[in-house]
């Protein structure tokens, strides 16, 4: 069973268009996260949730959406898509909110968006 | 402010030889983790190895060893006896508040 699963793997789309990611984990977690990483492997946070409640909301445009239907789902939603938008997408949850040793991060195995 | 600093974009080892991963890391709170995450080509991203600031030993996990140098605020990765699948990026990551601060990663190619 994986543990932090989100789909789809790969993405390919016309700019304009709107798209969806899903994530879900069954590790029981009440904190989950979106990641983007560039081209250059930088890791940057977008959202975080705890209990369906968005905790972190960087800077990033509001063509971006998450929803968290319930603390095992956070999805990403992505309006108009722009060229600048291709990276590779992550979800990830850790058990607490914050905290020490209990608190790794778990990754899903990532969504490659190539807007074209 | 909060900074994970990678000094190393990319290192060649040779296979079998131990490796060190540097890692520095600049926070004014007391109480923080260190993380160091694997991501191989395939693109997933592997929890290798923690280490928090009231740890008075060093953590270990398999060949993964922390070495952790408080004052110097370093938290350097060693991988023992490396092997062909050692070849990733590594990035190490600081707790702070409710998120991860994360460096700009190495790139490790084992060469055999």
């Known amino acids: 069973d994986t543990a932090v699963s989100q789909t789809p793997k790969y993405l390919v789309t016309q700019m304009g268009n709107d798209k969806s990611i899903k994530c879900e984990q069954n590790l029981g977690h009440d904190t989950m996260y979106w990641y983007k990483q560039d081209s250059k492997k930088f890791l940057k946070i977008m959202f975080s949730?705890?209990?369906?409640?968005?905790?972190i909301n960087e800077t990033v445009p509001n063509r971006f959406s998450p929803k968290s239907p319930d603390k095992a789902h956070l999805n990403l939603h992505i309006n108009s898509l722009e060229l600048g938008d291709s990276a590779v997408y992550f979800c990830?949850?850790?058990?607490?909110?914050?905290?020490?040793?209990?608190?790794?991060?778990?990754f899903g195995a990532g969504t490659r968006l190539s807007v074209l | 402010a909060q900074k994970i600093t990678q000094t190393q974009p990319g290192m060649f080892v040779q296979e079998k030889e131990a490796v060190t991963l540097d890692c520095t890391y600049d926070?004014?709170?007391?109480?923080?983790?260190l993380f160091w995450y694997k991501q191989p080509s395939s693109g997933e991203m592997i929890f290798l190895i923690y280490q928090g600031s009231y740890d008075e030993q060093n953590a270990t996990e398999g060949r993964y060893s922390l070495n952790f140098q408080k004052a110097r605020k370093s938290a350097n990765l060693v991988i023992s006896a490396s092997q062909l699948g050692d070849s990733a990026m590594y990035f190490c990551a600081m707790r702070s508040n409710y998120q991860l601060i994360w460096g700009a990663g190495t790139k490790l190619i084992i060469k055999p």
């Open positions: 949730y705890n209990n369906k409640e968005l905790i």
């Open positions: 990830a949850s850790s058990p607490l909110l914050f905290g020490t040793k209990v608190n790794i991060q778990y």
């Open positions: 926070t004014s709170d007391q109480s923080y983790g």
